[in-house]
């Protein structure tokens, strides 16, 4: 459990920092990848953790919904395996994207439990504009396109919340349970970007 949850809400601003500067970088190379891998796993992992940590994050930042583009997978092919998911393109209409939200908590289990995971840089094929993913369970039905600009938002907004005022109270078998825990104005409003 996370105890003091600065020094991870510090590091989410961290990375959506640098996540920033890859919207614009020129030269990719594997390390890039590994580094905007790495960076986005572990932002999800960490809003994860303080979403079960009690009283980490405000109930409105514990509320926000993450704007996504979904492409529901090919009626005549089947599912990825962990062969052919490297190529992925494959098994998903890319053409008949749907505009949707998932919840906070459901953007990490993609994220952390991805099968897919792959950039798409801009159209001038520099600069990333996002990520596409699905968790193996999900892979069955659809993929996931995540905005840069959404993530960047989104990791801002968790790492700038902050819990001000709580209610406690115990449960029926006398365990403690945040009833409401309040924060600041949560500044989250990202647009669902199409990557092509």
């Not at 809400?9 to 390390?31: D, F, G, M, P, S």
């Not at 796993?41 to 979904?70: C, F, N, W």
């Amino acid at each position: 459990m996370i105890s003091d949850s600065v020094p991870w809400k510090q590091e989410l601003i961290k990375v959506a920092a640098r996540l920033e500067k890859k919207t614009t970088q020129k030269r990719w190379t594997e390390r890039s990848d590994f580094l905007v891998e790495r960076d986005i796993m572990i932002g999800a992992y960490t809003i994860r953790k303080l979403i079960e940590a009690p009283a980490k994050l405000s109930d409105p930042v514990k509320q926000l919904h993450v704007p996504i583009l979904s492409f529901p997978l090919k009626a005549d092919t089947a599912p990825p395996d962990w062969w052919s998911a490297y190529r992925w393109w494959e098994h998903y209409s890319l053409e008949v994207p749907s505009k949707a939200q998932i919840n906070l908590r459901t953007f990490c289990n993609h994220v952390v439990h991805s099968f897919v995971f792959a950039f798409h840089l801009t159209d001038q094929g520099e600069g990333l504009a996002g990520v596409f993913l699905n968790s193996e369970f999900e892979s069955q039905k659809a993929l996931t396109f995540i905005g840069t600009g959404t993530l960047i938002e989104l990791f801002r907004a968790v790492g700038n919340d902050g819990v001000y005022s709580m209610q406690m109270s115990r449960d029926k078998n006398g365990k403690m349970q945040v009833i409401k825990a309040e924060g600041p104005p949560v500044a989250f409003s990202p647009a669902v970007q199409i990557p092509f």
